[in-house]
């Protein structure tokens, strides 16, 4: 895998900001927080579904690690199923 070049603080920030956008227009009805199990302590009690105006900004504030933790967003689907 290559290795990507190391991005800003503000980059991260407005691509999650981005990713998030486009969870909130699509299907789902909450945003949940991914979490690696690599990533540091602050993140990792971060993890978790919220609402949309209730998540935390990405990268987490207090992030031990910035740019080394990558917690990112991803869609919670209550609607799914038969
Ligand atoms: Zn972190």
């Given at each position: 895998?290559?290795?990507?070049?190391?991005?800003t603080?503000?980059?991260q920030?407005?691509e999650?900001?981005a990713?998030l956008?486009?969870?909130r227009n699509?299907?789902a009805?909450?945003?949940r927080i991914?979490v690696?199990?690599?990533?540091?302590?602050?993140?990792r009690a971060?993890?978790?579904?919220?609402?949309f105006?209730?998540?935390?900004e990405l990268?987490?504030?207090?992030?031990s690690?910035?740019g080394?933790?990558d917690?990112?967003?991803?869609p919670?689907?209550?609607?799914?199923?038969?």
């Amino acid at each position: 895998m290559a290795i990507a070049r190391v991005k800003t603080i503000e980059e991260q920030r407005a691509e999650q900001k981005a990713a998030l956008e486009r969870i909130r227009n699509g299907l789902a009805t909450r945003v949940r927080i991914l979490v690696p199990l690599n990533a540091c302590p602050v993140c990792r009690a971060h993890e978790g579904a919220y609402e949309f105006d209730e998540v935390p900004e990405l990268p987490i504030e207090g992030c031990s690690r910035p740019g080394e933790c990558d917690a990112v967003y991803a869609p919670v689907l209550d609607l799914f199923g038969p």
